[in-house]
Each structure stands twice: as structure tokens, then as C-alpha cells.
């Protein structure tokens, strides 16, 4: 096989192909470093000479639907000039792993239209292995995220292993990446972050938060000079378990069944948001749900102006919208 072939389709560069051979349905391309390539891993001396070698296998990007292999006679060799004895430095794989630099490659470009598995089966590859290359991956990428550029965050916490494990999360509110994970929802979860932060010479603008009174006293003690926001979902959302709770306690109170019939079901109609409703069926249901109470109607025009104090144009207008 071709040298250029071997770098262009592989990313092997130093070495040549020796024989190529097909083993349980998988092509095997043998292949040996070029004499002219070979030199100490140490020091690069030339002045080396071989003991011994090892026969070792990496999986590299398949030909077609067929599963390759590089094996390769990895040489011991003895340095004439700094007397270390090491094997050969193989370029095209990284560390110990038995996979080429180019077949991970190839991977974290599938996993951005596939899933572990439907990669994993594609190239023939474990389970373990794709997700371990896609972990190395990001670790490299996005392991150490800059700081000192961050003007505007969000914080936020949320539940993993069925809501047994909280994670905190800080976001890169202008370029959505996220630049730290903390363990707990608690104002600890935080500390490593504003640790990282304190050394850089950031300065942070905005915050927005949940209403967590932890995540607010962690801001004022750390970013005292930033403007906290309370992110406006969390903000709907108590207006909307509020809403919920009267509508919960009409339905109850209620004696006339003929009127708890039209309460019934009404919850995701009064929740969503008004302009959505299209449809006349579930307008007019929502209408004469308003209608039969006026509690229910005040608190449902109270939740649909709320959302206006975020289409102001500037605070002072937001303001009066609130006072209103
Ligand atoms: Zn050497």
C-alpha cells in the first residue's frame, strides 16, 4: 500500500505497509516504522539501535462496512546518547489508547448527528470506547474554559440521577458555554467558581438567577458591583403556581357540578400563554372558565400582563408597566 495513501486515509505518516491481509471480516494493514523515521522517543538522537519490539493493534477509520486494524511491530529501542531504552514513540495514536487519533476524530464528527450507540455501532466500536472518546474530547476543548472575557452569567441548578444529585451550572449568558460546574445547589456549590474568577481579571456586568436565596447571597457577597437578574421563567412560573392554586381551590369550593365541569381541565389553558391559543374550541372554554369566576379572571389577566414588563424597552418603563 502506498505511503500517501497510508497518511491521507490514516493520518500515518512515518510509517510503510508491509502486507495488507483480511482477518474475521476486518481488513488488517501491517506496518512498520521507516527505517529513515526511526529515533530515540527521548531525545530524537538517530544514534539508536533496535531491541526487540512489540506486535500492537489500533483500530483505525473502517473501509466501508469493514472494520480496520493497524498492526504494527512496535520497536524497543536503546539511545547510543542518553541511554534511555523506551519503545518507539507511535505519532498517530495518543498515549496508550488502541484507537488512531484519526478514527476519534471521525467519531466526535458522527456524534454530532448521531447518538453513542448508532456511532459506536457504525464504526464498530464499543459503547465504552465512543463515549469515552467524546469525554476526551470535551475535557481537551471546553475542560478549562477562560474567564477573564465573561460579562454577563447565568446560574442555574439542576437535577441528575432522578433528582438524587444537584449540579449547579454558570453560563457564558453572550456565547451560551457553559464555564463551570459545581456539585450541590447550595451557595458552596459556587465557591470554586468565584475562586477561578477572583484570579482572572474579569468583570461581571450582569448575573441572572433563580430565586434561590442561596445563589442570591453567593452574588451579593462575590459580585456585589453586578446587576442580578431574576431570570423571567422562574418569575412566571410562581405566578403560574399561584394562579394554580386559586383555580385548585374554586374547583374545590364549588357545589354546582355543571360549573366544575367547565373548571375541570383547564389548568394548561390557563397556564399557557394567551397568544398561543389559537384554537376557538379552547378559547371559548377558557373564556367561560374566566367567566364563571372573578377571582380566577383577575389573577389570569394579572399572570398575561406580567409577561409585558419584559417587552419594555428600558427599566423606567418596565417600572410603571409593573406599577400598573
Ligand atoms: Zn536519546
Known amino acids: 500500500m502506498n505511503t500517501s495513501f497510508l497518511h491521507h486515509a490514516f493520518g500515518v505518516r512515518e510509517q510503510e505497509c508491509s502486507r495488507v491481509r483480511y482477518e474475521d471480516k476486518s481488513i488488517i494493514i501491517e506496518i512498520q516504522t521507516r527505517k529513515d523515521k526511526l529515533c530515540c522517543p527521548c531525545c530524537g538522537s538517530k544514534h539508536i539501535i533496535r531491541s526487540g519490539s512489540q506486535l500492537r493493534r489500533f483500530r483505525g477509520v473502517p473501509i466501508g462496512s469493514k472494520p480496520l486494524l493497524l498492526e504494527m511491530k512496535v520497536q524497543r529501542i536503546e539511545c547510543k546518547d542518553c541511554y534511555c531504552i523506551r519503545q518507539e514513540h507511535v505519532h498517530f495514536v495518543t498515549g496508550k489508547r488502541s484507537y488512531t487519533n484519526r478514527l476519534a476524530r471521525l467519531v466526535v464528527e458522527l456524534s454530532r448527528i448521531g447518538t453513542i450507540k448508532d456511532v459506536a455501532h457504525f464504526l464498530h466500536l464499543s459503547w465504552d470506547t465512543v463515549k469515552d472518546i467524546q469525554k476526551r474530547y470535551l475535557q481537551r476543548h471546553y475542560g478549562n474554559p477562560d474567564l477573564s472575557k465573561l460579562e454577563y452569567i447565568g446560574i442555574d441548578e439542576f437535577a441528575v440521577a432522578k433528582g438524587h444529585i444537584y449540579k449547579t451550572r454558570v453560563v457564558d449568558l453572550l456565547t451560551g458555554q457553559v464555564v463551570y460546574m459545581g456539585d450541590g445547589k447550595g451557595s458552596d456549590a459556587l465557591d470554586g467558581f468565584w475562586k477561578k474568577l477572583k484570579r482572572t481579571n474579569a468583570l461581571i456586568k450582569g448575573i441572572a438567577t433563580d430565586l434561590s436565596p442561596a445563589f442570591v447571597s453567593s452574588v451579593m457577597t462575590n459580585a456585589p458591583e453586578a446587576t442580578l437578574v431574576f431570570d423571567h421563567f422562574h418569575v412566571v412560573k410562581l405566578m403560574n403556581d399561584a394562579l394554580d ?80
Open 245 to 324: 392554586d386559586i383555580r385548585r381551590s374554586i374547583y374545590r369550593e364549588e357545589k354546582d357540578l355543571n360549573k366544575r365541569k367547565v373548571l375541570k381541565g383547564t389548568r394548561w389553558l390557563l397556564l399557557c400563554n394567551g397568544k398561543d391559543i389559537f384554537d376557538d374550541k379552547f378559547k371559548s372554554r377558557l373564556d367561560n372558565a374566566l367567566k364563571l369566576n372573578e377571582p380566577l379572571m383577575k389573577a389570569y389577566y394579572l399572570k398575561e400582563s406580567l409577561k409585558e414588563i419584559w417587552m419594555q424597552m428600558d427599566k423606567d418603563q418596565a417600572a410603571k408597566v409593573l406599577d400598573n
